[in-house]
T-cell receptor, first 113, second 112 residues
Framework: DAGVIQSPRHEVTEMGQEVTLRCKPI?????LFWYRQTMMRGLELLIY????????DSGMPEDRFSAKMPNASFSTLKIQPSEPRDSAVYFCASSLGFRNEQFFGPGTRLTVL | QQPVQSPQAVILREGEDAVINCSSS?????VHWYRQKHGEAPVFLMILLKGGEQKGHDKISASFNEKKQQSSLYLTASQLSYSGTYFCGTGGGTGTASKLTFGTGTRLQVTL
């Protein structure tokens, strides 16, 4: 099993640019989560999907952030326009329902200059 | 609201034991424990569910006091590989059980 796959692993961009982060969950998992981790705020849940449907996006900081899950094997998190305060590590995780553990991808380290 | 973890940091000698606590102000359905090493992703350790069900690694043990909305992770006979930051993630009622709120973490360092 390849685990959760995220791309890119590192992204450096300039303020105002659009950033798209990608995630492939573990095959067969029906829940997908996007987290953001910073020193100041720790590990925060941004949004999660169940069976490709967004269930809770209350953690999305503002309208600049959007997430989609067009099918069971792919999800994107988009930031448009990006700002320096968006710099963080973004993790994608997947699980088989809420009674099971979440498996985290390796993360995308985003730096917005 | 973020669950509160204690202690914030602990240093152990190899072979010593440690307890990490996680306390929530909300009613809990589940508690997840993860360990994260520097520059890596969090790795699953244990999940405890309301009603007593538990899943996790054989060498890790934990407790879940539903009434007190608290959980503790017990690390016995610590090894160098136990070093890292430990996070608890708490899940609410059945409608929102998937939504984990993570604590601020407990940094554990095991030395020789």
């Amino acid at each position: 099993d390849a685990g959760v796959i995220q791309s890119p692993r590192h992204e450096v961009t300039e303020m105002g640019q659009e950033v798209t982060l990608r995630c492939k969950p573990i095959s067969g998992h029906n829940s997908l989560f996007w987290y953001r981790q910073t020193m100041m705020r720790g590990l925060e849940l941004l949004i999660y999907f169940n069976n490709n449907v967004p269930i809770d996006d209350s953690g999305m900081p503002e309208d600049r952030f959007s997430a989609k899950m067009p099918n069971a094997s792919f999800s994107t998190l988009k930031i448009q326009p990006s700002e320096p305060r968006d710099s963080a590590v973004y993790f994608c995780a997947s699980s088989l329902g809420f009674r099971n553990e979440q498996f985290f991808g390796p993360g995308t380290r985003l730096t917005v200059l | 609201q973020q669950p509160v973890q204690s202690p914030q940091a602990v240093i152990l000698r190899e072979g010593e034991d440690a307890v990490i606590n996680c306390s929530s102000s909300k009613a809990l359905y589940s508690v997840h424990w993860y360990r994260q090493k520097h520059g890596e992703a969090p790795v699953f350790l244990m999940i405890l569910l309301k009603g007593g069900e538990q899943k996790g690694h054989d060498k890790i043990s934990a407790s879940f006091n539903e009434k007190k909305q608290q959980s503790s992770l017990y690390l016995t006979a610590s090894q160098l590989s136990y070093s890292g930051t430990y996070f608890c993630g708490t899940g609410g009622g059945t409608g929102t059980a998937s939504k984990l709120t993570f604590g601020t973490g407990t940094r554990l360092q095991v030395t020789l």
